[in-house]
């Protein structure tokens, strides 16, 4: 089964605007990542923010994590064409002792040149 | 090596076939993870290992699912009389330790059965 759900499912913006996906999520968690796709291969780490920090930064990338609203965002600032992909967010379950992460379906980024 | 590889990278079968999917974790990273991605889903997690042994298998979908790590290192995801439905792309991680550390992952291997 799938605990975190992206939003929205897809995302279509021009080059140089930003991008903002949405995961929700359903249980406690220890940390939370976000993943990139691209073409339903493997997956790149992003960023993983754990359950006590609220907002973490890496290069044009910036997390936020809020446990009380069980919901974390990532921005994708100055969008480039190669930042077309999927993104995931991926849950550590600490009943499931975190080591098994439980994915959304994923948001699909289109940046169009 | 540098990342986490996988082989085949594609693999076609017949129904009713055995297969075996390989994993090659990251140097020095003693925890490794199998993933199942159907077309438009995120990754489902299926098996993971701690050293040699499967500390939790509970999302193997059925008996005809086995996956081995004999020497710590390189895992094996075994699928005895392959279905229409195990078609996906299967996804091996490794982290440096279970639970904390950021998983990293192979290319996959698509998997099609006939």
């Known amino acids: 089964s799938q605990q975190g759900e992206e939003d929205p499912q897809a995302l279509s913006i021009q080059e140089g605007e930003n991008a903002t996906m949405n995961c929700s999520y359903k249980?406690?968690?220890?940390?939370l990542q976000w993943y990139r796709q691209n073409s339903g291969r493997g997956l790149v780490h992003l960023i993983l923010i754990r359950s006590n920090e609220r907002e973490k930064h890496s290069g044009r990338l910036r997390v936020t994590l809020d446990t009380s609203k069980k919901s974390s965002s990532l921005l994708i600032t100055a969008s480039r064409a190669a930042d077309t992909a999927s993104y995931f967010c991926?849950?550590?379950?600490?009943?499931?002792?975190?080591?098994?992460?439980?994915f959304g379906k994923g948001t699909k980024l289109s940046v169009i040149p | 090596g540098a990342g986490v590889s996988q082989t085949p990278s594609n693999k076609v079968t017949e129904k009713g076939k055995y297969v075996e999917l390989r994993c090659d974790p990251i140097?020095?990273?003693?925890?490794l993870y199998w993933y199942r991605q159907s077309l438009g889903q995120g990754p489902e997690f299926l098996i993971y290992?701690?050293?040699?042994?499967?500390?939790?298998d509970s999302g193997l979908p059925n008996d005809r699912f086995f996956a081995v790590r004999p020497e710590g290192s390189v895992s094996t995801l075994k699928i005895q009389r392959t279905e229409r439905g195990d078609s996906a792309v299967y996804l091996c991680?490794?982290?440096?330790?279970?639970?904390?550390?950021?998983?990293?992952f192979g290319p996959g291997t698509r998997l099609t059965v006939l």
């Open positions: 991680a490794s982290s440096r330790l279970a639970g904390r550390d950021e998983q990293f």
């Open positions: 290992f701690q050293g040699t042994g499967a500390a939790d």
């Open positions: 249980t406690s968690i220890n940390n």
């Open positions: 140097s020095g990273h003693t925890a």
């Open positions: 991926a849950t550590g379950d600490p009943g499931a002792g975190s080591y098994q992460l439980t």
